[in-house]
T-cell receptor, first 114, second 109 residues
Framework: DGGITQSPKYLFRKEGQNVTLSCEQN?????MYWYRQDPGQGLRLIYY???????QKGDIAEGYSVSREKKESFPLTVTSAQKNPTAFYLC?????????????FGSGTRLTVV | DQQVKQNSPSLSVQEGRISILNCDYT??????FLWYKKYPAEGPTFLIS?????DKNEDGRFTVFLNKSAKHLSLHIVPSQPGDSAVYFC????????FGAGTRLTVKP
């Protein structure tokens, strides 16, 4: 079955640590996205990539970094510069008609700073 | 800057009745509007969309209405079923996709 896999499901980070969230898709989609969800707020775009080896900042990119070395993979690193990293992180992918047919989302990673 | 707003955090309806979820937007440049459904511990799944040049799109029990002059769209679910209980996100797209905060729908048997 095609889909998006995010791992881990739950992640705990100590203050000052960098952590990397994994996102893998086997849908052959060119575009991939990272969103952050906080209580009472909509999904906010962190980074997106329309093609391999290229990515752009979204609305809240500060304190995050990404790479897109393979079509299937779009890992997100939450750096120590991110002041409030505790949130639910969602990865998504889409074909060229994603704006019409919607994005495909993973099940998310809940990151907690301890 | 919330360009897509869902002002009702929750909605409760009786099974068999109509559920109406509302969404407002501020950017008149959006091309498409979408609704997603999200169950706990899962990612959102696409439900239905509508082009900005249309005012209605129907898919089974789900109908989306778009009022461009009011910058308002709504999702109607008729009849509502207990399995429809979930969080519904409104989204709008142009070059990227903007999401509302979601409305939690509870359908009571």
């Amino acid at each position: 079955d095609g889909g998006i896999t995010q791992s881990p499901k739950y992640l705990f980070r100590k203050e000052g640590q960098n952590v990397t969230l994994s996102c893998e898709q086997n849908l052959n989609h060119d575009a991939m996205y990272w969103y952050r969800q906080d209580p009472g707020q909509g999904l906010r775009l962190i980074y997106y990539s329309q093609i391999v080896n290229d990515f752009q900042k979204g609305d809240i990119a500060e304190g995050y970094s990404v790479s897109r070395e393979k079509k299937e993979s779009f890992p997100l690193t939450v750096t120590s510069a991110q002041k409030n990293p505790t949130a639910f992180y969602l990865c998504a992918s889409s074909d060229p008609w994603g704006a019409i047919n919607g994005y495909t989302f993973g099940s998310g990673t809940r990151l907690t700073v301890v | 800057d919330q360009q897509v707003k869902q002002n009702s955090p929750s909605l409760s309806v009786q099974e068999g009745r109509i559920s109406i979820l509302n969404c407002d937007y501020t950017n008149s440049m959006f091309d498409y509007f979408l609704w997603y459904k999200k169950y706990p511990a899962e990612g959102p799944t696409f439900l239905i969309s509508i082009s900005s040049i249309k005012d209605k799109n129907e898919d089974g029990r789900f109908t989306v209405f778009l009022n461009k002059s009011a910058k308002h769209l709504s999702l109607h679910i008729v009849p509502s079923q207990p399995g429809d209980s979930a969080v519904y996100f409104c989204a709008a797209s142009n070059n990227d996709m903007r999401f509302g905060a979601g409305t939690r729908l509870t359908v009571k048997p």
